[in-house]
């Protein structure tokens, strides 16, 4: 179990890709709209964009006042040089997952796919929970009393805007750009993916237009800008 959750935490950003390619079988044989009336497609797209603008914003925040070396995108190992508890931290100890379950929610939303908004739900909060599970292992003998002082004070997942604490260090802009630039690439991609999904069907083929250019193209835009500003501007230094 232990080594299940760790393979889980080293590819979280792959995860949702790996779920697309493997739902596209059964979006093309079961079609089940979620929506079914014009005005109802579209509430769930404005509801969609809400969720997916949301998560990002919140992303951002969150980033932008993180303690260095405490949280982010290490892959190989748990890193935590500092515990944060300040700003959404205070809210809730594990604000970066809730952020990425509005964006699952949000893009599965864009499919108008019964069988991808209902699964998407459990299956991402039980892949945020196996997540939350080894970090909460981790950084409770990393920290030890502190981390249990400040645990038991603070809701795991779902936020309390109640418990908020204004944060004590300055927004680091440089760091949002230059971490947060892969999370944006995976919105983007992936929004245009469930787009397309509502088209694939047995009986016609996928087509390309202007659209599909300007979706993978801002993807790709954003990438190597993102790319060229950690490596070669700022040299890895966030």
């Known amino acids: 179990m232990e080594k299940r959750a760790g393979w889980m935490f080293r590819y979280r950003g792959q995860i949702p890709v790996f779920l697309l390619l493997f739902v596209i079988p059964f979006v093309m044989r079961y079609d089940i709209p979620f929506a079914n009336y014009p005005w109802q497609r579209k509430f769930l797209n404005a ?4 969720l997916i603008l949301s ?3 919140f992303r951002f925040y969150i980033t932008g006042y993180r303690l260095p070396h405490s949280s982010g995108r290490n892959r190989k190992n748990q890193v935590a040089e ?26 599965a939303l864009l499919s108008n796919h019964m069988l991808i908004v209902l699964g998407s739900i459990p299956l991402s909060l039980y892949i945020h929970f196996r997540l ?3 970090e909460q292992s981790y950084l409770s003998q990393k920290f030890g009393d502190s981390y249990t ?5 603070t809701p ?9 604490k204004p944060n004590e260090i300055a927004f680091n802009t440089k760091r949002v750009f230059a971490t947060e630039y892969p999370t944006w690439v995976s919105v983007v991609v ?3 993916g ?3 999904l509502r088209y694939i069907n047995l009986e016609t083929s996928l087509k390309w237009d202007g659209t599909d250019i300007l979706f993978l193209g801002a993807a790709f835009l954003v990438g190597i800008g993102g790319r060229f500003y950690k490596y070669v501007v700022l040299k890895k230094k966030v």
């Not at 997952?97 to 699952?104: K, Q, R």
């Not at 795991?156 to 908020?164: C, I, M, N």
């Open 47 to 50: 509801f969609s964009m809400l």
């Open 55 to 57: 998560g990002t914003a």
């Open 132 to 134: 939350i599970r080894t």
């Open 190 to 192: 992936l929004s245009w």
């Open 194 to 196: 469930m787009i397309k």
């Open 156 to 164: 795991v997942f779902w936020p309390s805007l109640k418990a908020y």
């Open 82 to 107: 500092s515990l944060n508890q300040l700003g959404a931290y205070a809210m809730c100890q594990h604000p970066l997952y809730f952020a990425n379950f509005l964006l699952w929610i949000g893009i």
């Open 149 to 153: 002082f400040w645990s038991n004070k």
